[in-house]
């Protein structure tokens, strides 16, 4: 199997498709391709949102404000899964996590560039680079990628790591990583900080706000805090958007006071 | 194959179908994905559009305002289909159509409780709840989805009927069911209301409007009535957004003067 | 293979996708949905960079706003491929494009009307008429299309071709064909114009603009003039929209001078 990841809107994630099946009979599943555009960190986070819910894979993601210039394509082997893209970190917080799936964690991460001729065009690697790579290791299997010989290993990659939030006995912050298309507003703060408070309110930037397991369980258009389906802090409004309601996007700082 | 139908944008339908695909190689296609948030009503009315069409198939189905809450998940049998979603009424009126298709009507709609345990998250039963249960129900079959220990037979559900127009011989009052992407407000009047007026006109909500089977009938940004893909009559604009142009939105009553 | 083209949004094509799985069990491809509204020119340019990537396949695409008119329809052979589709131009240049792919150019285009029976709707074509045609017509083989009872040769179709530029030693002018969903502003003019501008400017419409490789090759929102995925000039900003930074949209006309 080979999923597709990008910020292309429509159409171009087809041209990869129609790519990818000359070489391979393997099945195509999108992840997505409305990542906030050119957004690497948000799509760094939501690929570990969704990749480590799947089988064995080649993952091919391209999300990619450098294409064109002199960044490295990559595969990175991460378990029996392999990713595929661009050299900019997107998808190294992806590969910690499903090598930890799998094994004894980020030793099993292994890197290597994808030597590619001048492609077709300098601006759609998605097709002529990311996709023929993807294909080809489905087709010569996870397990051997090494042999091909376009690939090297290297330790010499641009990495990404999410912010860590300031956890306190008295509360927390952190920033919002992501606001889904539901306006949920996605901390890094971890969930374990409402543990006691599911029922009770919360201080979130100096202003209570009621701390609930699920959206319904406060009236329509009502502030709330929960715990997402990441296990993070989510910032809330029951059919509603969090992010207008509490006044945060990404990057905004958040603070919970307990 | 398997089918998914959600209100949930993306990219949260790709962790639904990774965890499928570590249940089985069933096909999986979409429905759509960005039914109008928490309508129940709306996303019950395009399932009855669109999952006749299919062959026999599990649909998975969360258009779910209460996920978190107690309330309950569903698997129901309608012909040789079965359909996987949240107690709320989302999924019957499909229901009884897909047990019409196939046999003599509703009585072959069959309704179970889906007994699940404390899922990962509250927020996201569609990934954690209901994408489960439907590879689980696929790979049991649609024949003896009640020897699955997860399922109860149960007559203590919600059931949902869109609203009877009321049509008398000089005309007919409905109201807008949904409004489709092109602007088109679909109202629940049937559409033999228009039977012999096609070539002339109908009053809508006092105002007279060309009735045409064919949006390109009337000239570029006019007003028309017709009879949609649904069978229902439709208020449009040729090339333009019905919706707008009538004034009406969702749950707008709908006046025809013949 | 069949692929899917449209510009029906949501969920329109899921019917579509029903009715062509209770006819084959063909691997399904949606090429795109988004298509711009009724816009056949913008469709056709489309087609041509995405359809030749594939392998032969069935392409089904309705952009259709002469829908329930006494349009044909039509199955237009091309190499190995077929299409199917309105007759309102849409195919040809696509057409034309897999035919030079697989042999000796347009000459092996064959066009034929496809005949059908009064459709359930006058509305829905893409339900009632395409996608049966497309099932259809994979089924019996894109070799064999003539040997069915619902085909005619026909060179009495709707043609389309894209405006040609007017190129000379000094500078060209041509048109927007289409923006893309990066606010890529895609021009008619052949990349080739830029050759030896890569480094330096080019005046656009009387004012200088960088000639790049890369849009990252300028700063962040800064313009740059490049050769695009279709190997046009195309008039973009980096993590920007080209389109309002030129002051272009479809169909402006653009003059470079050299």
């Known amino acids: 199997m080979i999923t597709l990841s990008s910020d292309f809107g429509s159409p171009y ?27 690497v ?14 089988p064995p894979a080649v993952h091919c993601v391209v999300v990619d404000p450098g294409v064109g210039t002199d960044r490295d394509a990559l595969v990175v082997r991460a378990g029996e899964h392999a990713l595929v893209g661009p050299d900019n970190g997107v998808l190294l917080p992806v590969a910690r996590e499903l090598a930890d799936d799998e094994t004894d964690g980020a030793d099993d991460v292994e890197v290597f560039t994808w030597a590619y001729d001048d492609p077709a065009s300098t601006t759609f690697h998605g097709r002529d680079v990311f996709a023929p790579a993807a294909a080809a290791v489905h087709d010569t299997g996870v397990d051997t990628v090494e042999t091909r010989p376009e690939t090297a290993p290297t330790d010499d990659y641009a990495d990404l790591r999410f912010p860590d939030p300031a956890v306190e006995s008295d509360g927390a912050t952190g920033e919002v990583l992501v606001v889904d ?71 905004a700082s958040v603070t919970l006071s307990l």
């Open 181 to 251: 298309d539901f306006g949920n507003a996605v901390t890094n703060i971890p969930g374990e900080v409402l543990a006691d408070r599911f029922g009770g309110t919360i201080e979130v930037d100096g202003r209570d706000a009621p701390v609930r397991r699920a959206y319904a369980a406060v009236d329509r258009g009502q502030q709330l805090v929960t715990i997402g389906s990441h296990g993070n802090v989510e910032l809330a409004v029951n059919r509603g958007r969090g992010d207008e309601a509490f006044g945060v996007d990404v990057e």
């Open 41 to 54: 960190r948000a799509a760094a986070f939501w690929l570990t949102q969704t990749l480590p819910y799947f």
């Open 13 to 39: 994630p087809a041209a990869m498709k129609g790519v990818i099946c000359r070489v391979t009979d393997a099945r195509i599943e999108d992840i997505a391709h409305d990542f906030p555009r050119q957004d």
